[in-house]
Nanobody, 133 residues
C-alpha cells in the first residue's frame, strides 16, 4: 500500500508559481507493478476535481483543460517523490491539493484523468494553496 505525504502549499500571488511535493513510499519491489499517480484539488463550493495524472510505467502525463499548459506533474524516482509545478496561478486555483494514487494497475486500467477524475484509491493528507489577486 502506497503512502503519500504532500508539502509545499502556501500563499502565492496571482500570476505566480508554486511547486507541490509528495513523498511516495510503499512501492512494490516488483518492477512490473505500476501505479497511476495524480493530483486532485478541492475548491470551496465545488466537488473534488482530479486534474493531473502520471503513469509510472511510461511517465506519461495527462491533464484537464483548465490546468493544461500551466501545471506540470513529474516524478523523481530516486527521491520517491511526485511533484506538481504550478505556473500562472489564478485565484480560482485556490483550494486544498491532494496527492493521490491508483493501483496496482492491472491490464486495461486507465491512467487518463478524463477517465479517472477524482476517483483515486490512495490519498495524502492535503496541502492548502491560496492564490491572492
Amino acid at each position: 500500500q502506497l503512502r503519500l505525504v504532500e508539502s509545499g502549499g502556501g500563499p502565492v500571488q496571482a500570476g505566480g508559481s508554486l511547486t507541490l511535493s509528495c513523498g511516495v513510499s510503499g512501492y512494490s519491489a516488483n518492477l512490473y507493478i505500476k501505479y497511476c499517480l495524480g493530483w486532485v484539488r478541492q475548491v470551496i463550493g465545488k466537488e473534488r476535481e482530479g486534474f493531473a495524472t502520471l503513469y509510472t510505467g511510461e511517465s506519461r502525463d495527462t491533464y484537464t483543460d483548465d490546468v493544461k499548459g500551466r501545471f506540470t506533474i513529474s516524478r523523481d524516482k530516486s527521491k520517491n517523490a511526485l511533484y506538481l509545478q504550478m505556473n500562472s496561478l489564478k485565484s480560482e486555483d485556490t483550494g486544498t491539493y491532494y496527492c493521490a494514487a491508483l493501483g496496482p494497475l492491472t491490464h486495461g486500467d486507465s491512467c487518463d484523468i478524463s477517465i479517472i477524475g477524482p476517483n483515486f484509491g490512495i490519498w495524502g493528507q492535503g496541502t492548502q494553496v491560496t492564490v491572492s489577486s
